[in-house]
């Protein structure tokens, strides 16, 4: 059984900054990527940003130079720093986790949401 717990959502003002948290917890086995997706309503969900077990990070052209991405490998946690949120960035943003299973299988896991709302 694999959980992943996210945190850190809310209501804030075009300009402002929020800060996502993703813990998993459970027989993980070795991480491949953690990230964050997006969906809005009417709309498909969509990545946002990754990070590889390699520290190679990956962002949606609509938030390069605003989000960052980082990872706790000790706490298999990651993190979505989001600066100058725009309304269209509001969402309900998934935490992913892909672990292998073994040597030619992959898991693929998702928390359950948290709402982002920017509006003034």
């Known amino acids: 059984q694999v959980q992943l717990v996210e945190s850190g959502g809310g209501l804030v003002q075009p300009g402002g900054s929020l800060r996502l948290s993703c813990t998993a917890s459970?027989?993980?086995?070795?991480?491949?990527?953690m990230g964050w997706y997006r969906q809005a309503p009417g709309k498909q969900r969509e990545l946002v940003a990754s990070?590889?077990?390699?520290?190679?990070?990956s962002f949606a052209d609509s938030v390069k130079g605003r989000f960052t991405i980082s990872r706790d490998n000790g706490k298999n946690a990651v993190y979505l720093q989001m600066n100058s949120l725009k309304p269209e960035d509001t969402a309900v943003y998934y935490c992913?986790?892909?672990?292998?299973?073994?040597?030619?299988?992959?898991?693929?896991?998702w928390g359950q949401g948290t709402q982002v709302t920017v509006s003034s």
């Open positions: 992913n986790l892909v672990f292998s299973r073994s040597s030619s299988t992959r898991a693929n896991y």
């Open positions: 459970g027989s993980i086995g070795s991480i491949i990527a």
């Open positions: 990070i590889s077990s390699g520290e190679i990070t």
